[in-house]
Nanobody
């Protein structure tokens, strides 16, 4: 089992920045791939970014590419999402997800992630 706790959400003005953190605990020693998803009110949850256990592979949704950066510190069991140039349309609950079955496999599909955090709210005002 891997437990995930997100933090760093909040209210920010358009053009501002936030850094989300996803702290993992439990069975982390064998490695896990991590992703961020988000869900805006009334909309389906959507992929934001993912990063492999080694950090050597990462991808982004087109809507955030060039503005968001995903990174990880395996010594601290923490994955980060640096969000710059935030827009009102980035407003959503952001979820961290992880999968330990294939730590090298970066997937865009939420069904490929077995562990989820509780989410952190990000609100961008115009």
């Amino acid at each position: 089992q891997v437990q995930l706790v997100e933090s760093g959400g909040g209210l920010v003005q358009a053009g501002g920045s936030l850094r989300l953190s996803c702290a993992a605990s439990g069975r982390t020693s064998s490695g896990y791939v991590t992703a961020w998803f988000r869900q805006a009110s009334g909309k389906k949850r959507e992929f934001v970014a993912h990063i492999s256990w080694s950090g050597g592979s990462s991808n982004y949704a087109g809507s955030v590419k060039g503005r968001f950066t995903i990174s990880r510190d395996n010594a601290e069991n923490t994955v980060y999402l640096q969000m710059n140039s935030l827009k009102p349309e980035d407003t959503a609950v952001y979820y961290c997800a992880a999968d330990a079955r294939r730590p090298w496999f970066v997937s865009y599909q939420e069904t490929n992630y077995e562990y989820w955090g509780q989410g952190t709210q990000v609100t961008v005002s115009s």
